[in-house]
């Protein structure tokens, strides 16, 4: 084993970019030779000083690279090279992608995704896709410079709920929740200002939000949700102007927010004069009714929701309800980031929800969710998880000694792909909870789905030790 070490530097970028870099130009320059075993992760991590989470992110960004590779109970090594190691090399932008890998090698069980499940969506689908093309050829031809009511009915029908309806005209059609997130971000804030997100979150918005010249705040949550005094805290101290909240099935801890502490934080958001992005895309799957925060809020909420999760992530239909008088704005600003709606899909998720069909395939998706997550429930009985019976996802807490970034690299080696924490931590964070994100929803069948929950149940029983060069 080496004893090589990097010279880090402070305030030079992300520390897991700045060591995978520092790797990649030894690798380059010969001080690191194929065949050389680089430090295990512990052992790194106390050397230089910085969490086990970094080290495991730099070792991953290498091996996507090609420049090393592990073996089981051997280390991680440096491989042969027969080109130059910048032919290989992937673009500087990779780190901007969390901590998915960006293609998925053929075989694997993807248990890394929480996209609705495929229960035959296409039939419906080539029906009214069949109608659009005969009905609006010119549309079709063009740009979508209109903005059909019946797009805006979609949007109302399909956010509603728990006895709440926005407003038609509130409504704007978006490319996905995610592009109304940027939207709304585009919409109401400046380069500069202060974007709050819990400390497990969705972290593309985050990341988004970075790119964007905003400057993301991170708040501890507790019990799996945003704690409506820490919320007051980060609101007194560093003043942010908009706020990214899950209430309903959060995204990854799979918890909803109650609703005294909804009422609460809308409190301190009037006070402190804070707009809420309200992101209900797993809220489609719930069975409760959960009191809105556009309903305890409309002047400050914009309330997002799409398909992805519930009828077909293919479409990429989604809607955000506004405060009233910003709805042109948000708008706007969706051209502006997105290049707009595409009109045959706009159309083709409007004509989902106004005929039903999207009601009938979400039925449909609820029903083999809730026998997935019973699965999964038998498989871990006696395991520490959070999940609910409509989650298309569980989060799981690794029995001790395993890290979460050790974790996902022994399952990807057994084939199966999960998420670690660090997907979903939107900076950076010396709080680690060891717990990983197992979606349940891609395999295409309960069998393939059980043989990769079996693979995770056996390797958690399994002494890591023999894994540790992997994180």
Not at 26 to 48: C, H, M, S, Y
Not at 98 to 125: C, H, N, W, Y
Not at 450 to 471: C, F, H, I, P
């Amino acid at each position: 084993m080496t004893n090589w070490l990097p010279n880090l530097e402070p305030g030079k970028g992300p520390l897991y970019l700045q060591l995978a870099e520092r790797i990649e130009s030894d690798i380059a320059e010969g001080v690191l030779a194929p065949g050389t075993k680089l430090p295990p992760q512990r052992n790194l991590a106390f050397d230089i000083g910085v969490t086990i989470g970094t080290v495991g992110r730099a070792y991953n960004l290498i091996r996507e690279r090609g420049l090393v590779s592990g073996e089981v109970g051997r280390g991680t090594y440096v491989t042969e090279r027969k080109e130059p190691v910048l032919d290989q090399s992937v673009p500087r932008t990779e780190a901007f992608g969390g901590t998915r890998s960006a293609t998925v090698e053929p075989g694997k069980i993807r248990l890394d995704s929480t996209a609705a499940i495929e229960v035959g969506q296409s039939d419906a689908m080539a029906r009214l896709l069949a109608g659009i093309t005969r009905q609006y050829p010119a549309e079709i031809a063009s740009y979508s410079r209109t903005l059909p009511v019946s797009w805006q009915a979609a949007g109302r029908r399909w956010l509603s709920a728990a006895g709440w309806a926005p407003e038609p005209s509130s409504i704007v059609p978006t490319l996905g929740a995610h592009s109304a997130i940027l939207a709304v971000i585009a919409a109401v804030t400046v380069p500069g200002d202060r974007i709050a997100f819990e400390d497990l979150t969705y972290c593309s918005a985050a990341r988004s939000v970075n790119l964007m010249g905003r400057r993301s705040i991170i708040m501890q949550t507790e019990d799996g949700y945003l704690t409506p005094g820490d919320f007051e805290r980060h609101c007194a101290q560093q003043h942010p102007k908009l706020v990214f909240l899950m209430p309903s099935l959060h995204n990854p801890t799979a918890v909803t927010m109650p609703e005294d502490d909804r009422r609460a934080i809308v409190d301190i958001a009037r006070r402190y004069n804070v707009w809420i992005i309200e992101d209900e895309i797993y809220g489609s799957l719930t069975r409760h009714d959960h009191v809105k925060i556009a309903e305890l809020a409309p002047e400050r909420t914009f309330h997002i929701g799409g398909l992805s999760k519930s009828v077909a992530a293919g479409v990429r239909g989604g809607w955000v309800a506004c405060p009233p008088h910003l709805s042109a704005r948000v708008l706007t600003a969706h051209k502006m980031v997105s290049g707009g709606v595409p009109f045959i899909m706009t159309e083709l998720g409007a004509q989902l929800v106004n005929t039903g069909e999207a009601d009938a395939i979400r039925n449909e998706v609820c029903s083999e969710v809730m026998a997935r997550e019973a699965v999964a429930r038998s498989i871990f009985a006696g395991m520490d998880f959070a999940s609910q019976a409509f989650s298309p996802f569980l989060w799981m807490k690794l029995p001790d000694p395993w890290l979460s970034g050790t974790f996902k690299n022994a399952a990807l080696n057994e084939g199966v792909l999960i998420d670690d924490e660090d997907e979903f931590k939107p900076g950076r964070s010396e709080k680690a909870f060891h717990r990983i994100r197992v979606g349940l929803t891609v395999p295409t069948t309960r069998e393939e789905l059980s043989q990769g929950l079996s693979v995770l149940r056996r390797l958690m029983e399994t002494d890591n030790a023999s894994y540790d060069s992997y994180s």
